[in-house]
T-cell receptor, first 110, second 115 residues
């Protein structure tokens, strides 16, 4: 199993640009989530999904959209990038009583 | 709302000495508690969890954690620290119910093990 994969690893955007961070898992987990990690803030939940077609907001959802058309994929869309969205983004899936994390995407918005 | 507190931003310990990284939580109902470790420029790795049962939980790399319900704490411990244990450690609590499911993290504690 590849586990949880994320692309790209690094991305630089200009303010106002949009992009999609990709996340996929091959463990057939129903629950998936997106976090952002900022220094001194820990990980904060952006959005999550409990299954295909079902998504919900986490702690910091503004400026981000998600969709879940399949069990495997859970992309995160930045609609109009802002410097405040400079962060490291982690995708995760939940199964067998624990959460599995992807390697992260480091995003810089200039 | 659930919350997790890690009161120490940084913990320094000499190699070979015991280490403790503190975590307290606030949650309604029974908590599902976790510890994760993050090495520089890497994702989070699962260390251990408490769901139910024995209050002392053993995990990866020789780490253990003690669940204390009366003190609402879940401190991470290791009897003898290694330099390779130097990393960022996160405590987290999982809650579910009323249509909401999430893992809430503490802000992290940087552990430095000094040779």
């Amino acid at each position: 199993n590849a586990g949880v994969t994320q692309t790209p690893k690094f991305q630089v955007l200009k303010t106002g640009q949009s992009m999609t961070l990709q996340c996929a898992q091959d463990m057939n987990h129903e629950y998936m989530s997106w976090y952002r990690q900022d220094p001194g803030m820990g990980l904060r939940l952006i959005h999550y999904s409990v299954g295909a077609g079902i998504t919900d907001q986490g702690e910091v959802p503004n400026g981000y959209n998600v969709s879940r058309s399949t069990t495997e994929d859970f992309p995160l869309r930045l609609l109009s990038a802002a410097p405040s969205q400079t962060s490291v983004y982690f995708c995760a899936s939940w199964g067998r009583g624990e959460q599995y994390f992807g390697p992260g995407t480091r995003l810089t918005v200039t | 709302a659930q919350s997790v507190a890690q009161p120490e931003d940084q913990v320094n310990v000499a190699e070979g000495n015991p280490l403790t990284v503190k975590c307290t939580y606030s949650v309604s109902g029974n908590p599902y508690l976790f510890w994760y470790v993050q090495y520089p420029n890497r994702g989070l790795q699962f260390l251990l969890k408490y769901i139910t049962g024995d209050n002392l939980v053993k995990g990866s790399y020789g780490f253990e954690a003690e669940f204390n319900k009366s003190q609402t704490s879940f401190h991470l411990k290791k009897p003898s620290a290694l330099v390779s244990d130097s990393a960022l450690y996160f405590c987290a609590v999982w809650t579910s119910g009323a249509g909401s499911y999430q893992l809430t993290f503490g802000k992290g504690t940087k552990l430095s093990v000094i040779p």
